[in-house]
């Protein structure tokens, strides 16, 4: 059976934790040389934020995907004749090139705050093109500061969503029909976020959109106690028996 690539989508304000935890798990997992799955990983650095890592000129791609060596590179947003950074659509129209015409593939592509390069003209496309790369086995990781900034369809194409501290609300009318199926368990993580990041303000949980599990560091006592706050400000899904 083939693989299903990964489409996690990590969603925090400021400060909240998302680029550590995703560079942790890249560093652990995807470029371990003891796991046998290992993978080599692409970062689209838009905040010229990722110095430690070796960049790639994006026509050198092609290159990347043939080596056998397991390593993280990134792509800088920036003109290659005059080294300026790259304006919004230009990041756009690379990022297009990075994935349909030098056609990164067997990897992650990890895509750090898309919200200052994706424009509600841009989000039918970007739909398409991060959907329909199956046969790439592409695996994709994307960073937002809030859930508005996802594009509504794209929620349907998520399967692992990870929710750190954030100011507004997953539970957006637009969205509500993508995400029907995964409504409890949603609300049931954010509260179980809104209240450890009292005490922990990069507290973070991961719910697994396939098979509705929440991960993380609480406890059964906490997890209870946000079903708990559910269940109370939701009475109509209290049935009796």
């Known amino acids: 059976m083939a693989r299903e690539p990964l489409k996690k989508v990590s969603v925090g304000g400021t400060g909240a934790g998302k680029t550590f935890q995703n560079m942790k798990f ?22 010229l934020e990722f110095k430690d890592i070796t960049p790639i000129a994006p026509e050198d791609i092609p290159l990347f995907n043939r080596q056998k060596k397991i390593e993280i590179r990134r792509v800088l947003p920036l003109n290659i004749q005059t080294g300026k950074e790259l304006g919004m659509d230009e990041k756009y129209d690379l990022l297009c090139e990075i994935i349909d015409n030098y056609q990164f593939r067997n990897g992650l592509l990890y895509l750090e705050d898309i919200n200052n390069y994706v424009t509600n003209t841009h989000s039918k496309h970007l739909v398409n093109l991060l959907t329909t790369n199956r046969h790439k086995l592409l695996d994709i990781f994307i960073n937002l500061q809030t859930f508005r900034a996802l594009p509504p369809r794209l929620w349907g194409n998520i399967n692992v969503l990870t929710i750190h501290k954030t100011n507004d609300s997953p539970f957006q009318a637009k969205i509500k029909d993508q995400i029907a199926g995964q409504m409890k368990p949603l609300r049931i993580a954010n509260i179980l976020v809104e209240n450890k990041t009292r005490e922990n303000p990069r507290f973070f949980c991961t719910l697994d959109m396939r098979t509705s599990q929440i991960i993380g560091d609480f406890t059964t006592p906490e997890f209870i106690e946000s079903c708990e706050k559910y269940l109370s400000l939701n009475a109509k899904d209290v049935k009796d028996y």
């Not at 003891?34 to 650095?45: E, G, Q, T, V």
């Open 26 to 47: 890249i560093k652990e997992v995807y470029s371990n040389p003891k796991n046998p799955h290992a993978r080599k990983s692409l970062i689209y650095d838009t905040n």
